[in-house]
T-cell receptor
Framework: NAGVTQTPKFQVLKTGQSMTLQCAQD?????MYWYRQDPGMGLRLIYY???????DKGEVPNGYNVSRLNKREFSLRLESAAPSQTSVYFC??????????????FGDGTRLSIL | TQLLEQSPQFLSIQEGENLTVYCNSS?????LQWYRQEPGEGPVLLVT?????EVKKLKRLTFQFGDARKDSSLHITAAQPGDTGLYLC?????????????FGKGITLSVRP
């Protein structure tokens, strides 16, 4: 059971470079999320997709774009990477959004360093 | 302003000790979730508490939701090194038509053999 798969696991970029983080889930979930996790800051929501074809901003969307490619896949793009975007990025999915008891299933993260 | 405050931030204890950690808010939540995150991995859901005063047990872990649904506690009996990790509480917050999870900053627990 793969669950939520994120690629790559590690990446080092130079300031100004662009890259796309990939996420795929095999649980037939409707909703998908991108978070960043920084020391002392907890998990902060960047963007989410309540269902295929929709995306919405979270708490910290600046500098990022997302694409919900299909029901399985949700990608996060950094157009011009900045050192402040050095973080661990987590993708998550849940069966439905709008239902408060829905658990979220997380991938193992992408560790991104921007020099 | 952090909607969910977790305490203590860090805890280092000896194997076999008991401990209690907390997740507090000034807001009422319809439910709260607890996740555990091990190094190099993503968070994994441990439990969801829904009813005020509810107590749920998961082996040596006991979770309680406050009567007023503003806080929750996690008690671990006879801690084991395998309990080491980051414990996150999370609660849903209605934003527009959707409900999104807001997370506390987490409690880092280290259990020494």
């Amino acid at each position: 059971n793969a669950g939520v798969t994120q690629t790559p696991k590690f990446q080092v970029l130079k300031t100004g470079q662009s890259m796309t983080l990939q996420c795929a889930q095999d649980m037939n979930h409707n909703s998908m999320y991108w978070y960043r996790q920084d020391p002392g800051m907890g998990l902060r929501l960047i963007y989410y997709s309540a269902s295929e074809g929709t995306t919405d901003k979270g708490e910290v969307p600046n500098g990022y774009n997302v694409s919900r490619l299909n029901k399985r896949e949700f990608s996060l793009r950094l157009e011009s990477a900045a050192p402040s975007q050095t973080s661990v990025y987590f993708c998550a999915s849940s069966a439905l959004t709008g239902y408060s008891n829905q658990p979220q299933h997380f991938g193992d993260g992408t560790r991104l360093s921007i020099l | 302003t952090q909607l969910l405050e977790q305490s203590p931030q860090f805890l280092s204890i000896q194997e076999g000790e008991n401990l209690t950690v907390y997740c507090n808010s000034s807001s009422v939540f319809s439910s709260l979730q607890w996740y555990r995150q091990e190094p190099g991995e993503g968070p994994v859901l441990l439990v969801t508490v829904v009813t005020g005063g509810e107590v749920k047990k998961l082996k040596r872990l006991t979770f309680q939701f406050g009567d007023a649904r503003k806080d929750s506690s996690l008690h671990i009996t006879a801690a084991q090194p395998g309990d080491t990790g980051l414990y996150l509480c999370a609660g849903p917050r209605k934003v527009g038509a959707n409900s999104k999870l807001t997370f506390g900053k987490g409690i880092t627990l280290s259990v020494r053999p």
